[in-house]
């Protein structure tokens, strides 16, 4: 199972995991293929500092990846606090008054209160990139774009790849123009922010649009084996997977909430809910009665972004403490449905190059 980009990258899968969890990339990485650790939750680079040093250290000298959360244009940022001071007196009172109906506890005395994800402003995004820079990532992916063209410039130089994720097609091309080098084409059953374009429809039609500009890899409701079959055979040059990680034995010994693992394994695929109530800007979510209660009549429209994270920071917050099953806040794609279990990474590995050989077999013997 190996595609001219693994090879490149001298990987031995063409398996790339965005995770948030240090524990799962270096695990994927090891069991050879691409952990890629997602870095916008880190507003302090010193933190982050510490966590790509662990990372150095705990991938066998093999590749990984980090992902930053960039907007395309550098915008006009305010402080945190100028920001919060922009949030309506009723989003909030709406926050606290379904919180208090769900029974979700206040942080306790001594808890650091979250200020909210400011990863995706451009100056922390930007300290994540400079941060990287310093240790031996060798891709950069961003969330919401290209990245500025200095900045991918600036990874250049220092012989990182560029990646992007596209949920259309013009998104893809305008990527390759910005000279991103990896388009990741995410459909919309992916967890996370996502478009509206099915991983079956997008891939090919970016895979055609791109006509070998730069290498596709594949995203969205890829969850084992032979789905990776299916997006190697539309011509990706491998697969990009999110939330079939959410359950890596190692997550939950990394700050990945156990509550959150047993909603995610008892889910079925009809369980998420495209919304913009996590961030701004929409993204899929797994639906508990947390996104029940925004999706009600009575509920106001989320802002947008940054505005909704800070307005829900402490919210998550208290959410993930309360470790409530039926109360989550969690970007899960479609593919959660087929998620049986808590499993170690290496497993998981081994299970999907199984099921690719076994598709690939099967394919082959439609030729005969
Ligand atoms: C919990 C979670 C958080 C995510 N956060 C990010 C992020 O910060 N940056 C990013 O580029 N993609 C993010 N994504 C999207 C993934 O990179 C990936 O494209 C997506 O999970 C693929 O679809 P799948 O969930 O069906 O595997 C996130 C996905 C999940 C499930």
Request: aromatic share 4%.
């Amino acid at each position: 199972m190996t595609t001219p980009l693994a090879e490149q990258f001298g990987i031995e899968y063409p398996i790339f995991a965005f995770t948030p969890s240090k524990a799962v990339a270096a695990a994927v990485t090891r069991a050879g293929g691409m952990g890629v650790l997602g870095c916008v939750r880190y507003n302090d680079p010193a933190e982050l500092d510490e966590v790509l040093t662990w990372m150095d250290s705990n991938t066998d000298g093999k590749p990984y990846g980090v992902d930053v959360v960039m907007p395309n244009k550098v915008p006009t940022e305010g402080s945190s606090m100028d920001l919060s001071a922009m949030i309506p007196a009723e989003h909030t009172a709406f926050v606290s008054r379904v919180l208090d109906d769900l029974g979700v506890p206040p942080l306790g005395e001594d808890a650091a209160h979250n200020a909210g994800v400011l990863g995706w402003l451009h100056s922390v995004a930007q300290s994540h990139v400079d941060v990287a820079l310093t240790h031996r990532p060798v891709l950069i992916a961003n969330a919401l774009g290209s990245p500025p063209v200095e900045v991918t410039e600036q990874c250049h130089a220092a012989g990182l790849k560029v990646a992007a994720l596209a949920g259309a097609t013009k998104h893809a091309l305008a990527h390759v123009d910005n000279g991103v080098d990896i388009v990741i084409a995410q459909g919309g059953e992916a967890g996370g922010h996502t478009g509206e374009v099915a991983t079956m429809v997008l891939v090919p039609e970016i895979v055609r649009a791109l006509d070998g500009r730069a290498p596709v890899l594949a995203a969205g409701g890829i969850g084992d084996g032979t789905q990776v079959a299916a997006v190697i055979g539309m011509g990706a040059q491998g697969a990009w997977m999110g939330s079939r990680w959410l359950t890596a034995a190692e997550y939950g010994d990394d700050g990945g909430s156990k509550a959150m693992q047993q909603a995610l394994v008892a889910a079925t695929s009809r369980d998420t809910v495209r919304t913009r109530i996590y961030s701004g800007k929409p993204a899929r979510l797994l639906k508990s009665k947390w996104t029940e209660a925004w999706a009600a009549a009575d509920a106001p429209d989320p802002l947008p972004m940054p505005l909704q994270n800070i307005l829900v920071a402490e919210a998550h917050q208290r959410i993930s403490e309360a470790q409530d099953p039926d109360v989550v806040a969690m970007p899960a794609g479609q593919i959660i449905g087929s998620l049986d279990g808590v499993v170690p990474v290496a497993e998981t590995m081994t299970q999907i190059v199984a099921e690719y050989e076994a598709a690939v077999e099967r394919l082959r013997s439609t030729l005969a």
